[in-house]
């Protein structure tokens, strides 16, 4: 099983700010990363898909870089509605797909 | 429009079977490279894949309940249905499904989820 590790677990930022999340796998998923969103109460709404594709929808202040081992979700400068659970997910052994254990972006 | 809603009990006993479905309008299951998945969350954990259902009728499952677990459609009816056997609290969580593709573009529409708790 692919394992995905998420740092940090919490990150801390104002709006405005520009936030920067980690995803790192336990062995090459190649560009076979997604990245969701979640809100208290809240269906996950996928981002970014094969690393760095944005959704539909989603708005350009969000995107993603990495391929292999290392992946980053970048939010540019964040929105009050930023503030929220991000998970990535891997798909590089389609259909055995794992998800990371979360990083929660609160307000400081 | 695309949308999925899950529905089913919201409180089972112990080792008793859960029966989950997931309906859907907006997309066919029939057509090429459409999937369904189911994924779970218990309160305050991580998101957790369960099982997989394509347009072929091909399921796939988590190598760690894959003896627990069944997967079918009905694509007459557009419903996934996903069967648990041998519950357990520890199985206590929000249940979602998803849109799914045989490619790399993500679960794409989610349902709301449906919340299972597991208690005598």
């Known amino acids: 099983e692919i394992v995905l590790t998420q740092s940090p677990a919490t990150l801390s930022l104002s709006p405005g700010e520009r936030a920067t999340l980690s995803c790192r796998a336990s062995q090459s998923v190649s560009s076979y990363l997604a990245w969701y969103q979640q809100k208290p109460g809240q269906a996950p709404r996928l981002l970014i898909y094969d690393a760095s594709n944005r959704a539909t929808g989603i708005p350009a202040r969000f995107s993603g870089s990495g391929s292999g081992t290392d992946f980053t979700l970048t939010i540019s400068s964040l929105e009050p509605e930023d503030f929220a659970v991000y998970y990535c997910?891997?798909?590089?052994?389609?259909?055995?797909?794992?998800f990371g254990q979360g990083t929660r972006l609160e307000i400081k | 429009q695309v949308t999925l809603r899950e529905s089913g009990p919201a409180l089972v006993k112990p080792t008793q079977t859960l029966t989950l479905t997931c309906t859907f309008s907006?997309?066919?299951?029939?057509?090429?490279?459409?999937?369904v998945s189911w994924i779970r969350q218990p309160p305050g954990k991580a998101l957790e894949w369960l099982a997989l259902?394509?347009?072929?009728?091909?399921?796939y499952y988590s190598t760690s309940l894959k003896t627990r677990l069944t997967i079918s459609k009905d694509t007459s009816k557009n419903q996934v249905v996903l069967t648990m056997t041998n519950m357990d609290p520890v199985d206590t969580a929000t249940y979602y499904c998803?849109?799914?593709?045989?490619?790399?573009?993500?679960?794409?529409?989610w349902g709301q989820g449906t919340t299972v708790t597991v208690s005598s």
């Open positions: 907006g997309f066919s299951l029939s057509t090429s490279g459409m999937c």
């Open positions: 259902i394509d347009w072929d009728d091909d399921k």
């Open positions: 997910q891997q798909r590089s052994n389609w259909p055995e797909i794992t």
């Open positions: 998803a849109r799914d593709s045989s490619g790399n573009n993500g679960m794409d529409v």
